[in-house]
């Protein structure tokens, strides 16, 4: 079976720009939960969506935002990119919104310069 | 509010030396206790979790885990490391009703030397 996939891998953008991540969960699984990894750090958790709802948002201001689609893929939107917004970005989801057993993505890259 | 140390930035082991990477939580109460690990360029993968009861946990790998609450603590260990183990590990704490938002610590970088 096909793990956690997001796409792209990699991007660059400038500051002030709008981005659009993207994520495919496990089959069967309906939630997805958004992380970020500044480099040196661990992940920081972001949004958690099940069933196409925002159940869990962490510190991260408005311009931060995501959606689940009916296929439970999600997209996690930044909007006014700011330097300190360079980080990985995982994906990671689960069978239902209080699952432990989490599958994390390899995560895509954002260097905004 | 619920936080994770991981004390050792960075780690050096010789490779079939023993290891233990070390992790203090803070919470409220008995907390859903993680260990990941990170190759570079890759996702987390889950090598063992604590929820309850035995307090030694079998994950992964030959990894092992033992949960102690008077110290808050849940140190990853493996008897006889191998060059392959070189990678990120992170401990993260997960809250009772919400597995999926997870607190991770700073992480500990794995070095294997030959």
């Known amino acids: 079976d096909a793990g956690v996939t997001q796409s792209p891998t990699h991007l660059i953008k400038t500051r002030g720009q709008q981005v659009t991540l993207r994520c495919s969960p496990i089959s069967g699984h309906k939630s997805v939960s958004w992380y970020q990894q500044v480099l040196g750090q661990g992940p920081q958790f972001i949004f958690q969506y099940y069933e196409k709802e925002e159940r869990g948002r962490g510190n991260f201001p408005d311009r931060f935002s995501a959606r689940q689609f009916p296929n439970y893929s999600s997209e996690l939107n930044v909007n006014a990119l700011l330097l300190g917004d360079s980080a990985l970005y995982l994906c990671?989801?689960?069978?239902?919104?209080?699952?432990?057993?989490?599958?994390f993505g390899p995560g895509t890259r954002l260097t905004v310069t | 509010a619920q936080s994770v140390t991981q004390p050792d930035i960075h780690i050096t082991v010789s490779e079939g030396a023993s290891l233990e990477l070390r992790c203090n939580y803070s919470?409220?109460?008995?907390?859903?206790l993680f260990w990941y690990v990170q190759s570079p360029g890759q996702g987390l993968q889950l090598l063992l979790k604590y929820f309850s009861g035995d307090t030694l946990v079998q994950g992964i790998k030959g990894f092992e885990a033992e949960f102690k609450r008077s110290q808050s603590s849940f140190n990853l260990r493996k008897p006889s490391v191998h060059w392959s183990d070189a990678a990120e590990y992170f401990c993260a704490v997960g809250p009772l009703r919400n597995g999926n938002k997870l607190v991770f610590g700073a992480g500990t970088i794995l070095r294997v030397k030959s």
């Open positions: 919470y409220g109460a008995t907390p859903y």
């Open positions: 990671a989801s689960s069978l239902t919104r209080t699952s432990y057993e989490q599958y």
